[in-house]
Structures are given as structure tokens and as C-alpha cells.
């Protein structure tokens, strides 16, 4: 069973900044691909960033990309996703998720675990 906790989400200006992490309860946390979404009200879950297992590789969205960075720590089984220069449009709940084995990948459906998500609210 792996459970995964995202924190940092909150209030913030446009041009702010936040930062997200997801700590996970997992035997190998390092066999895992780990992925970022976001779901703003009435929309469909969208892929924001993954990283693969020892970080070798990130991959964004072009919505974000640029402004955002995933990075994991394998030691402390966390993940994290740095959000720079916000946006109004940046504003959803974010999750985070967790695919085993296989290839990376950007679509929700493909992700095995998810966490219960974070609110990201930027007021412009």
C-alpha cells in the first residue's frame, strides 16, 4: 500500500511563489515514477510535471515549463514541485502520483497511487 501526502499549498499572489511536496509511504520509493496534476473546478485532471526514478529525467507541460520544477529526494521519499511566477490560471487542487515500473508517462490513468491533494489558490 503506498500513501502518498502532499503540503504547501495555500494563498498567494500573482508573480509569487510556492513550494509543494508529497511525502510518500512506500517500501522503495526510488521504483516509482512520481508525477504532479492539477484539477482547477469543472475541469479535467491535467498532467503539470513528472520525474523518473533516480531524476535523471523531468518532463512539463507547456502551460508550465519554465516557471515550475519537480525534484525528489529518494533518502526522505519525498517529492516536491517548485512553482514560480504564478499565475491566476496556475489556481487548482495539485496532486501528486505515483506509477510503478514502466514507462513515464502523462496521463492520469496511467498513475497507480495518488495522493489527496493540495490547494494552490493565486489571486491576480
Known amino acids: 500500500q503506498v500513501q502518498l501526502v502532499e503540503s504547501g499549498g495555500g494563498l498567494v499572489q500573482a508573480g509569487g511563489s510556492l513550494r509543494l511536496s508529497c511525502a510518500a509511504s512506500v517500501g522503495t520509493f526510488s521504483n516509482y515514477i512520481m508525477g504532479w496534476f492539477r484539477q482547477a473546478p469543472g475541469k479535467d485532471r491535467d498532467f503539470v510535471a513528472f520525474i523518473t526514478w533516480s531524476a535523471t529525467t523531468t518532463y512539463y507541460s507547456n502551460s508550465v515549463k519554465g516557471r515550475f520544477t519537480i525534484s525528489r529526494d529518494n533518502a526522505k521519499n519525498t517529492v516536491y514541485l517548485q512553482m514560480n511566477s504564478l499565475r491566476a490560471e496556475d489556481t487548482a487542487v495539485y496532486y501528486c502520483?505515483?506509477?510503478?515500473?514502466?514507462?513515464?508517462?502523462?496521463?492520469?490513468?496511467?498513475?497507480?497511487?495518488w495522493g489527496q491533494g493540495t490547494q494552490v489558490t493565486v489571486s491576480s
Open positions: 502520483a505515483a506509477l510503478g515500473g514502466r514507462s513515464a508517462s502523462d496521463r492520469p490513468s496511467d498513475y497507480d497511487y
